[in-house]
């Protein structure tokens, strides 16, 4: 199957990198081998970047920060330029948002930020960040050549757009919503794979949670634990073909949603589904063998497989695969990027590098391998021969990005919005109520909210 995958994507490459810059000839041109030289004309002519100091706040812990900064130690002892990165875990990523509302006025802020797309949208309505990030990924020095922009995934590639066109971010990962599956519990209920309709969803959770499976023994297994978060909300809504926001406005009351939400307070009612009680209550339910499917983001598998073999002295047989779905599986595509705090030009074109270096197939890689979220551009599927073989499953949910994606609402205030979202499930779950009025409730909740929106801290 890799050899497969790898034919297509060079396949769907072809056509793509033979429109190339005549300068570069197709190639990909590492950061490194780039001119020491200030640009002499362009947008960037004589900006010089060396010696400049990149201050980067990040939310990586754990194994992915010590092998961050391995990394980050690697672009500052070879690059050309003499730029220092200092990469500093500033939290979660509210911690980070508060942090910025707050220097943003005053000039206390970094020279790169992580921030996902709403967030980034703040700190560009607050006048925090450089006017278009693509005055750097399109320099004819600087940036990348066509070739290596039909290199990078393109819903990856083109998430970090706001409304009226102006790049706010750069992705350096992403991952996306995925159903994981009990395939051992599946076989023995009579199922030769996982569902590909909610009515087969429903089939197979309402006879798991009746007649249970032999790997578990506790009288306490459902086929589902519903997870209300509006990332959540949308993927199911992306499943039926529809939309949470389109045309500068939310859709919460699309009929796709509405279809979504009431399949899902049907199989809770029906006693086929739980609600969550706690956080990760869903992965280890999963894990533990009492949960048939676990819907959740694929950088969620290592966890899964250390809960399975942890669980089990003979792990069973899991998968990853997209959601079911109407017509054609769509997967919920999302991930923080990074953006450039206006600072100095010198330091901006310095973080701009960096980032440039850190999206190259050969670095993305390895950060794939530690952090197991996607890398972000197609070639570097090349490298990834020993995650796949350690991990198939990761092969698997990789392969979903072949199909369609969508992404979530780029606007500033989703944060407060996606608390109402969820809000507004769970009480549907619990309360009860027509589905059909709470979801329009919530779409003018949600509009005057993005109408309204000013950055402030959480």
């Not at 500093?88 to 790169?112: E, F, R, W």
């Not at 699309?254 to 009431?262: A, D």
Request: glycine share 8%.
């Amino acid at each position: 199957m890799r050899k497969l995958f790898v034919l297509v994507l060079v396949l769907a490459m072809v056509v793509p990198m033979m429109a190339v810059n005549a300068q570069d000839g197709g190639e990909f041109v590492k950061t490194f081998d780039l001119p020491t030289e200030p640009a002499a004309d362009g947008p960037l002519a004589g900006v010089d970047p060396s010696g400049q100091t990149v201050v980067w706040w990040h939310q990586h812990g754990g194994a992915r920060e010590e092998f961050l900064m391995a990394l980050v130690e690697e672009f500052n002892a070879n690059n050309p330029w003499g730029i220092v990165v200092e990469a500093s875990n500033q939290g979660h990523y509210g911690d980070i948002y508060n942090k910025m509302i707050a220097g943003i006025p005053t000039g206390d802020v970094p020279n790169l930020v992580v921030a996902y797309q709403n967030q980034a949208m703040a700190y560009y309505m607050a006048g925090g960040l450089v006017d278009d990030m693509d005055i750097f990924v399109t320099d004819p020095q600087w940036g990348f050549n066509d070739a290596e922009v039909a290199d990078f995934i393109p819903s990856f590639f083109n998430q970090d757009y706001t409304p009226d066109g102006k790049r706010i971010g750069f992705p350096p990962n992403r991952s996306l919503e995925a159903m994981y599956f009990n395939m051992d519990a599946l076989a023995e209920l009579g199922y030769d794979g996982p569902p590909t309709s909610w009515d087969e969803f429903r089939e197979m959770a309402c006879k798991f949670t009746e007649q249970g499976w032999s790997g578990y023994d506790g009288d306490d297994v459902v086929g589902y634990y519903v997870r209300t978060d509006a990332s959540n909300i949308a993927a199911g809504t992306f499943s039926l073909g529809g939309d949470i926001y389109k045309d500068g406005q939310f859709t919460y009351d699309s009929p796709e949603t509405i279809e979504y939400i009431q399949f899902m307070v049907d199989l809770y009612n029906d006693g086929c589904a739980e609600l969550i009680s706690e956080r990760y209550g869903d992965q280890n339910a999963f894990t533990a063998g009492k949960a048939l499917f676990y819907v959740g983001s694929t950088s969620g598998l290592p966890y899964v497989r250390s809960g399975i073999e942890e669980a089990f002295a003979e792990p069973f047989n899991w998968g990853v695969t997209s959601l079911p779905y109407k017509d054609e599986p769509v997967s919920n595509v999302y991930g923080a990027s990074v953006s450039i705090p206006k600072t100095t030009p010198e330091a901006e074109l310095a973080a701009w590098l960096f980032v440039r270096w850190f999206t190259e197939p050969e670095q993305q890689a390895r950060w794939a391998k530690v952090s197991n979220y996607f890398p972000v551009r197609y070639s570097t599927a090349e490298n990834l021969g020993e995650i796949f073989d350690d991990l198939p499953q990761y092969e698997q949910a990789w392969n979903l990005l072949q199909g369609q994606t969508k992404t979530e609402a780029p606007v500033g205030g989703y944060d407060v919005i996606r608390r109402e979202a969820s809000a507004t499930f769970e009480n549907l779950l619990v309360s009860g109520g027509d589905v059909a009025t709470a979801l329009m409730e919530l779409n003018n909740t949600a509009n005057e909210i993005m109408a309204s929106f000013q950055p402030l801290a959480e």
